[in-house]
């Protein structure tokens, strides 16, 4: 049994070689495998679900080293709390922890952002280099800051908006957290977080870090 299975493995290696294309490919689900031991989806009632750590003491390499150890808390989830913006800002007024911001869109996507600061109001961008965009379904990536500007955060009254650069935003999503666009921008590097451009966001969920 164990020489046939080794005798797959070489044939299938022997199959992919020259293939670069697909071995990245299996890199990114590797990846992505990792990260499930860590974020699951629960459904409970109805489409209700939340993203949340297996375990207390399990650690996410792509966060900063100060959110590790710390209760994953939710904040704010549109199911709970209702597709508010304002709500959110109000959920998050009282904290300084960082933020992570989970969206699942009408194609049962799921993609966000880690913030080094919480969402709030803001006349101009800020945060710092700690905050990420991510994709976590249908495959797992991580786009951490570039370097080329500080268009972190920016939180409006009709809208918020992750990462920016010549007109574009790597996350925005609109006032009543339902509209969202994804683009390329030069504070990332990223590649379009969903399918497409713009998105319907069916849930959202805050997680702060207790």
Known sequence: MDRDEEEFVLIEDKEKAGQQEEEEEEDE????????????????TGDDWEVSLTGSKKKISHLPPRTIGHTWQLAFST????????SLYRKLSSTDSPVLIVIKDALDE????????????????????????????????????????SFFIKGDLDSFAIGGGSGHFGLWVDENLYLGRSSP????????????????????????FG
């Open 185 to 208: 921008c030069y504070t990332f590097n990223n590649c379009c977080l969903a399918e497409t451009d713009d998105f319907r966001v069916m849930e959202l969920e805050v997680w702060t």
């Open 110 to 149: 799921i993609f966000g952002a880690f913030l080094s600061h919480p969402l709030r109001p803001s006349e101009t961008f800020y945060g710092t280099g700690e905050t990420f965009l991510f994709m976590l379904h249908p495959r797992f990536k991580c786009f951490r800051w570039t370097g080329e500007n």
């Open 79 to 86: 199911s709970r709390h209702g597709a508010s913006l304002k």
């Open 29 to 44: 689900e590797d990846d992505y495998e990792e990260e499930e031991e860590v974020f699951q989806r629960h459904r409970s």
